[in-house]
């Protein structure tokens, strides 16, 4: 799945570090839940490098969406191209880029560089005008889908986006979903969120025709805001670092998992994973005398 660069690009330079390189194209997330900052801090944590394109911002708290504000296309049309040209891409990754017209912005440079795996994930756009979400979502059926290679997304939203005339007894299965993602071109589709009994949820990644992986997780007691970005962005890194897909799929949610049980509360609102979990002191090794900043007095767990 993962494309090859140039084995002659940068031989001559001998620093250590990530050689995997993910294209991100997401909205700046002043709040540091999701956008960029998601995709930033999870790409690194999973030993690959970001590039970021902003497509937008988003004027959010830790609580919700206010608004947001796009990008010109031409603008991320030229972001973009300028890395393209200097740096060996090894996945896309794409999360919210705010418009239509920023959508074929995107479908264009991934048809440009078509041997580059394309990750896409569809957030929640219940902020948004009710127009606006359809315009955005056909335009990502129409555009962006026909060259996603994975479809990444919750389960009420995918449901609620590629199967809204569903009127079964049963919400539909990731098989479902998948079938559905499908008709559109998306070969891999990871649904997330699936409600289980007992407070339990499970994340499958499928094809239409099959189960390809299946990881159940215990439900936190808290709202998070930056999860659907994280976990996307995750899957993208391990794609580019050559990781099956598959097992990619698994360590992403096993990485999650650590990030939201880890989760804090900077603010008033929602729960924000922590990314950078693994980069902290254990509190039990650590003297709080010694530490460099005051604790915040908000909760730091879910």
């Known amino acids: 799945m993962t494309a090859v660069p140039d084995p002659d690009f940068g031989t001559e330079n001998d620093d250590e570090g990530p050689s995997a390189c993910v294209l991100v194209f997401n909205a700046n997330d002043p709040s540091g839940a999701g956008g960029l900052t998601a995709d930033i801090q999870a790409v690194a944590s999973v030993g690959a490098h970001a590039l970021p394109i902003m497509t937008g911002v988003y004027v959010r708290d830790t609580a919700e969406i206010h608004d947001h504000f796009c990008m010109d296309d031409e603008a991320v049309t030229e972001q973009a191209r300028a890395i393209l040209e200097d740096v060996p891409v090894l996945v896309f990754k794409v999360g919210f880029v705010g418009s239509p017209e920023n959508l074929s912005a995107v479908a264009e440079l991934a048809s440009d560089y078509a041997d580059i795996p394309l990750v896409a994930y569809m957030p929640d756009l219940s902020w948004w005008q009710e127009d606006q979400i359809d315009l955005y979502q056909d335009a990502t059926n129409e555009l962006l889908l026909p060259l996603t290679t994975l479809l990444v997304g919750n389960h009420s939203t995918l ?95 096993a990485y ?27 509190s039990d090794d650590q003297d709080p005398q010694e530490s460099s900043f005051e604790i915040s007095p908000n909760d730091t767990r879910h």
């Open 159 to 253: 449901s609620r986006w590629l199967l809204p005339d569903w009127n079964a007894d049963k919400g539909p299965t990731a098989r479902d979903i998948a079938r559905a993602a499908n008709e559109f071109g998306v070969p891999y589709t990871l649904v997330t969120g699936i409600p289980l009994p007992d407070q339990f949820i499970d994340n499958v990644l499928c094809t239409p025709t099959a189960v390809l992986c299946s990881n159940k997780f215990e439900r936190f007691d808290a709202v998070f805001a930056g999860a659907g970005d994280t976990l996307s962005a995750a899957m993208a890194a391990l794609i580019a670092t050559g990781t099956e897909l598959s097992e990619s799929a698994t360590e992403a949610l």
């Open 256 to 282: 999650l998992d650590r990030c939201l049980e880890s989760g804090f509360r900077p603010g008033m609102g929602n729960v924000l994973p922590d990314r950078l979990f693994w980069g902290h002191p254990d």
